[in-house]
């Protein structure tokens, strides 16, 4: 049974940056069957696709979010993290990571998630 | 690119059908057969309920089901039961990934 865990601090400084990890266990990222995704949700509201990383390393981001997000990967830990620089209130969220059948875009794995707050 | 548009609340009683929407452009949900459906309890992940449109994963009630016409998909859901109470969403491929903003289900 995959299962994804997020990890990270829960309380980052205005302007400072996010940092995230994805542990993967069940299952190898080094598929290539998959996409690795970070989906997040402001509280109260709906979800926004944040972006992936492919085994090769290949990425794709949100172009409202590409110019301050990076995601990586670590294969030799099965894990893949996200960085999100220049953060404001507004990034301030329950932040999920999962896996994205890449043959047809769905994600049938998810973590439980993790609240990250933006606050001085 | 927008997010999709769903209707913010819908509800019905036990054992009645409702049917949320999901309604996007000829860019995204009227160019590919590529819509999911997720539901979401509250503080919970959410778990995939319907994908390619019509297909339901393995351990999915057979309850739900999935459509699309033109630019809308629809989510179905018959046999209302109380569990089925939580906020449903949509997404599109479009290259990028587009979110409904999400549907409010409530079993009266």
């Known amino acids: 049974q995959v299962q994804l865990q997020e990890s990270g601090p829960g309380l980052v400084k205005p302007s400072q940056t996010l940092f995230l990890t994805c542990t993967v266990s069940?299952?190898?990222?080094?598929?290539?069957?998959?996409?690795w995704t970070w989906i997040r949700q402001p509280p109260g509201k709906g979800l926004e696709w944040i972006g992936y990383?492919?085994?090769?390393?290949?990425?794709y981001y949100n172009p409202s979010l590409k110019s301050r997000v990076t995601i990586s990967l670590d294969k030799s830990k099965n894990q893949f993290s996200l960085k999100l620089s220049s953060v404001t209130a507004a990034d301030t969220a329950v932040y999920f990571c999962?896996?994205?059948?890449?043959?047809?875009?769905?994600?049938?794995?998810w973590g439980q998630g993790t609240l990250v707050t933006v606050s001085s | 690119q927008s997010a999709l548009t769903q209707p913010a609340s819908v509800s019905g009683s036990p054992g009645q059908s409702i049917t949320i929407s999901c309604t996007g452009t000829?860019?995204?949900?009227?160019?590919?057969?590529?819509v999911s459906w997720y539901q979401q309890h509250p503080g919970k992940a959410p778990k995939l309920m319907i994908y390619?449109?019509?297909k339901r994963p393995s351990g999915v009630s057979n309850r739900f089901s999935g459509s699309k016409s033109g630019n809308t998909a629809s989510l179905t859901i018959s046999g209302l039961q109380a569990e089925d109470e939580a906020d449903y969403y949509c997404?599109?491929?479009?290259?990028?990934?587009?979110f409904g903003g999400g549907t409010k289900l409530t079993v009266l």
């Open positions: 999962a896996r994205e059948v890449s043959s047809g875009t769905w994600f049938d794995y």
């Open positions: 069940g299952g190898s990222i080094s598929s290539d069957d998959y996409y």
């Open positions: 990383i492919y085994y090769s390393g290949s990425t």
């Open positions: 000829s860019s995204d949900v009227g160019k590919y057969n590529l």
């Open positions: 390619e449109v019509i």
């Open positions: 997404c599109s491929y479009a290259n990028s990934r587009l």
